[in-house]
């Protein structure tokens, strides 16, 4: 009868031991295979747009294992458990779920599907009750006075980039879809700045992770200042980098704390904007310390490929995707280097400069923790035009959260231009354009880019690709204030160009003489204020005439 009660008291206290040694959180469950899944490669438009599948097809990527959702058989299994699932990962083959009983934990280790199991986030007490966002501060500056751009205040950030001179040539973003994870877009759904975005239903709320609902237009002013740097369209007060994108929003971030689940929000919410079929993401956001310290990232985790957030951002580049990330603002802290997912190999990381082009001492330094060159390039992130909370007001601000949205629009800009480029080859361009190329940093990475250079040169090697164009190119197609013609004529003789309207009224004519044997380009210039519509551009030389119908947005 004593050694019963001896043993008794050795198995209450070993439950008791185990309990203790238990921790409270967030653990990711990882599945061993995608076996008997309802859904098959075969038939992809189960599980991914029709966007997002000629994204893949564009760019000669297959759909692959990692694009089939997981398993709901497995994931039922899970919720049996532990009802508390916070996202189902199909490129992680894995879900993130809460878990408080430690029985609960055995249990999900014993089933036979189940790889792995690791904890991403303790449940302690010691996480901050942060009162104030972490973001950084707006500085409001008035109503510009105009200043002889149509850019107005944010004439210096589009100037410094060249990506003014590819808008000139009718390329500004229209037809690119840009997924933006952040913090919140509080007003963005009110404030001027994006009424003609709003009016042509290219800003679409998708879903807030934070508070798992639909609601974006909330929380934190931070995405709308990421997004006004974007996609602003007051002429003369403030326009962005990418006026006639679509925006795709999101939520993942939760601007009072830290904490390292908004990673696992990040992954669930680039999946979504994979499926529906985004081009680019933009992400003003990097992890590295949270608020319980026990999880911290260090810099050996820097290494391109460790966290979850920088696997997932690695994963969307593989299926065509131009992945953005903000630096980050560490570079005067005790931390000072590039953060995840900006650590990604594959991911597009941008630093910050100044008004005069001088990189800004916040700005996260490279390299990562391989010793690959971060960050990739710079844009202005210091003493940058942002929006206020008042319309046609404007501010100024700090931060690679900004730079980085305005390399992310003005590579849509580019990417309009040459679709038929992959998401990798316009990294690449981005890179080669910008103006330390020849003598890399990990300061500057290789220095802040010219689009309208990078522009130039896939123009010309297209041509030098086709030489004997014999007809017209004409582009942008639809256009909004500029058609741009390029020909290489077999003959000096005069040329006139016609635009009619769907009337059949000439709107605009030019009548010019061109080299013979040589590429030239024509411009018709100033149509922003023609009606939209079906227009026709048409060609006569030699009393032979080319046609090509057009269309205005």
């Avoid at 294992?65 to 899970?78: G, M, T, W």
């Avoid at 006004?228 to 971030?253: H, K, W």
Wanted: hydrophobic share 40%; aromatic share 10%; charged share 15%.
């Amino acid at each position: 009868m004593q050694i019963s009660k001896l043993n008794f008291v050795l198995v209450l206290c070993i439950s008791l031991i185990s309990t203790t040694l238990f921790s409270q959180g967030n653990y990711w469950i990882s599945f061993s295979d995608k076996n008997q899944s309802t859904y098959t490669l075969q038939h992809p438009e189960a599980f991914l747009s029709e966007k997002a599948i000629d994204r893949r097809f564009r760019q000669g990527i297959a759909i692959q294992e990692n694009d089939l959702p997981v398993n709901p058989v497995y994931v039922e299994a899970i919720r049996a458990i532990c009802p508390q699932i916070h996202i189902v990962s199909k490129w992680l083959n894995a879900v993130s779920v809460s878990i408080k009983d430690v029985r609960q934990l055995e249990q999900i280790k014993q089933l036979a599907f189940v790889k792995s199991v690791s904890s991403v986030r303790t449940l302690k007490n010691n996480s901050k009750n942060n009162l104030e966002s972490k973001f950084e501060p707006i500085i409001t500056i008035g109503t510009p006075a105009f200043n002889g751009s149509k850019y107005g205040a944010g004439f210096n950030q589009v100037n410094m980039i060249a990506i003014d001179s590819v808008h000139a040539l009718g390329y500004t973003g229209k037809g690119m879809d840009i997924a933006v994870f952040d913090a919140g877009f509080t007003n963005v759904d009110n404030l001027d700045f994006f009424s003609i975005a709003r009016q042509e239903g290219r800003i679409i709320p998708v879903w807030n992770y934070v508070d798992t609902n639909a609601n974006v237009f909330i929380r934190s002013f931070h995405g709308t200042n990421v997004m006004s740097v974007m996609c602003s369209q007051i002429n003369n007060v403030f326009v962005g980098a990418a006026p006639d994108a679509r925006y795709f929003l999101f939520i993942t971030e939760d601007q009072y704390h830290e904490q390292i689940i908004e990673e696992d929000n990040w992954v669930a919410a680039a999946e979504k904007a994979d499926s529906i079929g985004v081009d680019i993401f933009t992400t003003s956001l990097g992890y590295t310390e949270f608020d319980d310290t026990t999880t911290n990232h260090t810099y050996a985790e820097m290494n391109g490929d460790s966290t979850v957030i920088t696997k997932a951002a690695n994963i969307a580049a593989s299926k065509g995707i131009l992945v953005v990330n903000s630096a980050g603002n560490e570079g005067n802290s005790s931390w000072r280097y590039i953060s995840a997912p900006a650590d990604g190999d594959s991911v597009l990381t941008i630093g910050a400069v100044n008004e005069y082009g001088i990189l800004a001492g916040f700005s996260s330094r490279g390299p990562n923790s391989s010793n690959h060159l971060k960050p990739n390039v710079c844009g202005q992130g210091a003493n940058i035009t942002v929006c206020s909370q008042t319309n046609s007001v404007v501010g100024k601000s700090n931060g690679t959260s900004f730079s980085g949205p305005l390399i992310a629009a003005s590579s849509a800009c580019l990417w309009q231009a040459f679709p038929n480029k992959t998401n990798m080859e316009i990294f690449h361009e981005i890179e080669k354009c910008s103006h330390i190329y020849d003598t890399p940093n990990f300061d500057y990475g290789f220095g802040i880019p010219n689009f309208y250079k990078a522009f130039q040169k896939l123009e010309n090697e297209i041509l030098s690709q086709n030489p004997a164009i014999t007809i017209p190119k004409v582009y942008p197609n639809p256009f909004r204030n500029t058609i741009t013609i390029l020909w290489n004529s077999n003959s000096d003789s005069p040329i006139q160009v016609a635009l009619f309207n769907s009337l059949g009224q000439c709107i605009t004519t030019q009548d010019i003489t061109l080299p013979a044997n040589t590429f030239s380009k024509v411009f018709l210039n100033h149509l922003e204020e023609k009606d939209a519509g079906t227009y026709t551009l048409r060609i006569t030389q030699n009393k032979q005439s080319y046609t090509t119908t057009l269309i205005k947005y």
